[in-house]
């Protein structure tokens, strides 16, 4: 089986955020990048394929040369091999359409994504490229199983969760269930090693064209601060509550 795992390269949730030219552009200045919390999940689910069942694992990242220590540390996990497409991901459509374009090249069996990254949060690239390959697709993905050619999936939704089988070829969205935290994988020496000489494959982008661009971020206003009220002054209470806070 070839399993290609999609790797985004996003802030670690801890650092500052702040953003240049007009707030157009995010400053990366200052900033430690980590793979995508979704997409290491997805990542040590197919570890656990490659393990069990002696799959082939391939992990994609859509960046610049910037992101190849990310990639490097999921080979450092276990990843077979990597390939970086030598473009900046400033688009969702542009991503699906480059990552499918390698797909048409290679006939992966099962491509894992993460349902969304924790960067811009769009959640648009797992479903559109499964509509441009014209192959299976479970969204939300929390728990995965495949034999021979069929799959056993189980996606969340509201108020429990949803069983379903189909066959390869399939595309999953994956989050949080596919493998739980403390499954999750710590690079060892051996594996650091390892990583320096697995393949690592930059290819050049297919020429597809941003559908989107961003005009400008805003940060989130600042908290005001906690205004004290009188106990015994419920006109106030009231009037802030109805006026300010309009919870009334």
Request: proline fraction near 4%; hydrophobic fraction near 40%; aromatic fraction near 4%.
């Amino acid at each position: 089986m070839k399993i290609l795992v999609c790797i985004s390269h996003v802030p670690d949730t801890t650092s500052k955020i702040n953003f240049t030219n007009g707030d157009t552009e995010f400053d990366t200045n200052g900033v430690q990048f980590v793979i995508n919390p979704n997409d290491e999940f997805g990542l040590t689910r197919a570890i656990w394929f490659q393990e069990q069942q002696g799959a082939h694992v391939t992990v994609l990242n859509v960046g610049g040369a910037e992101t190849e220590p990310t990639l490097r540390k999921a080979l450092a996990i276990g990843a077979n091999d990597a390939i970086r497409i030598n473009t900046n991901p400033t688009d969702g459509f542009a991503v699906a359409a480059q990552i499918a374009e390698v797909c048409k090249q290679n006939n992966y069996d099962l491509i894992i994504c993460g349902k969304e990254s924790l960067d811009y949060n769009g959640g648009m690239v797992p479903g559109m490229l499964a509509a441009m390959l014209g192959y299976n697709f479970v969204n939300s993905c929390i728990d995965l199983k495949v034999e021979g050619t069929q799959a056993t999936t189980a996606r969340e939704i509201d108020g429990g969760k949803e069983i379903a089988s189909c066959s390869l070829p399939l595309v999953v969205g994956g989050q949080k269930g596919l493998v739980e935290e403390k499954d999750l994988r710590i690079p060892n020496m051996r594996g650091i090693m390892t990583a320096r000489t697995k393949p690592l494959q930059v290819m050049e982008p297919s020429g597809a064209d941003n559908k989107t661009k961003a005009v400008k971020f805003e940060k989130p206003a600042p908290k005001s601060a906690v205004k004290l009220v009188d106990a015994n002054n419920l006109d106030q209470l009231i009037d802030l509550l109805h006026n300010e806070a309009k919870v009334l």
